[in-house]
């Protein structure tokens, strides 16, 4: 499958689910971008265009990580750290066209462990 069939086919994923999730003050939506390398998590108010926390393993680099997915749950836990200061304990997960699975199924997982609510 070509590179453009790819973004393409994960595009048409991301309006699908964007369509039907949107983030408010009170219940921010988490949004997840996984690159190559690295992943980040947003909490975005939809309703006043407002990126309130995010994180990303880049900031957190540290040499002891073995994997992405420990990358992941780190983020994970980093993020519920922020969220509780800004004292959110809900949000709407937007998986971002991603299939749920892997960095993306570790970082919720680690989002859970914490206490915050999908």
Do not use: C, W
């Not at 998590?41 to 990303?56: E, H, L, P, W």
């Not at 900031?59 to 836990?77: F, P, Y």
């Amino acid at each position: 499958m070509a590179i453009a069939e790819k973004l393409k086919r994960r595009n048409k994923i991301k309006l699908r689910i964007r369509r039907n999730i949107t983030g408010t003050s009170e219940r921010p939506r988490l949004t997840v971008y996984r690159s190559n390398k690295e992943i980040y998590a947003q909490a975005v108010d939809d309703v006043n265009n407002k990126s309130i926390i995010q994180v990303g393993s880049l900031n957190l680099k540290t040499d002891s990580l073995k994997n992405k997915i420990e990358q992941a749950e780190l983020v994970g836990k980093a993020f519920a750290e922020k969220a509780a200061e800004a004292g959110i304990n809900k949000v709407v997960f937007d998986r971002n066209g991603y299939l749920y699975h892997g960095r993306v199924k570790a970082l919720a997982d680690a989002l859970r462990d914490a206490g915050i609510k999908f």
